[in-house]
């Protein structure tokens, strides 16, 4: 019996510690942690750099509001921007805050800059998207679960199937304001889109005159071997949406980050959050920042990712049907006939390795980069075992 709402179906496993790639439970034992808290674990659990920040920090001051200024809040807010390429950052807490801050934002800038007329703006999204679990964003959601009993929904979207450019070019109307898309669709089981896809939508987007909004709540910052996998892609969008990572596993910390001639149209009093921006958060977050700024993370990403994809892909035929990722990220098809995912998650637990299912027979990975080479063998090592125990 539990206390807890049973909105989560969690592994047997009690989690007590934490360290790099590793955590401990109740009992002592061990396990890999191949889901890093989807992907906010990125630099490990207990990373120093970030510990040590959060742990200076503690000791000045945690919250002060947005009502004051705060020390840490402008250092955090310029090293991002800079890091992204743009000028200007909305801090915010959860990922879903940021995906509503740019739904409101993009709204603003279609009314006041674009000239949509009033109340009429639509955003379109891809099918398959998992952008958050508010109202508004379910109702943009095509997971029945998501949604079931939770309407009425919030209009002014449109879903278009993920990868088509085509597609998104024809729904595009004089009401449209922006395009919202996850580079790679993380929830979705780990979906990479055609190579042209995300240069085409920003060409599309350009030539329309719509923001391109990237979600890159989880495939940002390191994952998938760069800072964003737009970079992988080639293309620029107008705001980023970052979340997980950015609070290195030790707070929650999400932002918008883009130029001023979008960002700018937020005026004192239209949006805000008692916590976004808060000293402990920025500091956190500029750490996260600083560690980013060395590429060491993105290079170790992209090197770690092509050993771990290869030695996943040696696997199809052998109990898995399909392997999709980039970099550190990777979705894997188990043959339906063989197991669930679920079943597959839970005797890799028994072998010590973390990992989560997601859409009946598919298992994603996301160890913290900290991850070794050996430790990323020895994780696709225990797959194929619990793989050839499953067929025996
Ligand atoms: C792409 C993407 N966007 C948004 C979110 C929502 O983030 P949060 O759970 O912090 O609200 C997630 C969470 O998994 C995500 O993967």
């Avoid at 200076?56 to 509001?65: E, G, H, N």
């Avoid at 209009?155 to 990868?163: A, D, I």
């Avoid at 109307?173 to 580079?183: G, K, M, Q, R």
Wanted: with cysteine; glycine share 10%.
């Amino acid at each position: 019996m539990t206390s807890l709402a049973h909105n989560y179906h969690p592994l047997e496993v009690t989690v007590a510690t934490g360290d790099g790639a590793w955590v401990t439970d109740v009992a002592g034992k061990r396990y890999l942690d191949c889901l890093a808290a989807y992907s906010a674990v990125n630099f490990g659990h207990g990373h120093p750099a970030l510990v040590a920040a959060a742990k200076a920090q503690l000791d000045r001051i945690t919250l002060t509001s947005r009502a004051f200024h705060n020390d840490r809040l402008e250092p955090f807010a310029a090293a991002l921007a800079a890091l992204a390429g743009k000028d200007m950052v909305l801090p915010m807490n959860t990922g879903a805050e940021a995906v509503e801050s740019a739904i409101k934002v993009a709204r603003a800038w279609g009314y006041r800059v674009k000239g949509v007329p009033a109340e009429r703006a639509t955003i379109i999204v891809a099918d398959g998207n998992f952008h958050g679990r508010t109202t508004t964003i379910i109702s943009f959601s095509n997971d029945a679960d998501a949604r079931a009993d939770f309407g009425p929904f919030t209009p002014g979207f449109v879903s278009v199937p993920y990868g088509d450019a085509a597609a998104l070019e024809a729904a595009i109307d004089e009401t449209t304001v922006a395009v919202l898309l996850e580079p790679i669709q993380g929830e979705a089981g780990i979906v990479v889109p055609p190579a042209s896809y995300l240069p085409e939508v920003r060409e599309i987007t350009t030539r329309h005159n719509v923001l391109f909004i990237a979600d890159e709540i989880q495939s940002g910052l390191g994952r998938t071997g760069a800072t964003f996998q737009c970079d992988n892609a080639g293309v620029v969008p107008d705001l980023y949406l970052l979340g997980k990572a950015l609070g290195g596993g030790i707070v929650p910390v999400s932002a918008v980050v883009g130029n001023s001639d979008i960002l700018g149209v937020l005026q004192p009093g239209q949006h805000g959050s008692t916590f976004g921006g808060n000293p402990l958060a920025a500091a956190v977050g500029l750490a996260v920042v600083e560690l980013l700024q060395t590429g060491e993370y993105q290079g170790r990403a992209r090197m770690l990712g092509e050993r771990l994809q290869s030695a996943l892909r040696g696997l199809i035929g052998h109990g898995v049907v399909a392997v999709r990722g980039a970099g550190l990220w990777a979705g894997i098809d188990i043959d339906p006939a063989l197991a669930t995912g679920r079943r597959v998650c839970e005797l890799l637990m028994e072998k010590g390795v973390l990992a989560k299912d997601t859409h009946g027979s598919t298992i994603r990975l996301a160890p913290p980069i900290v991850v070794t080479a050996e430790e990323l063998d020895w994780a696709v090592e225990q797959l194929a075992a619990v793989l050839k125990e499953l067929a025996a």
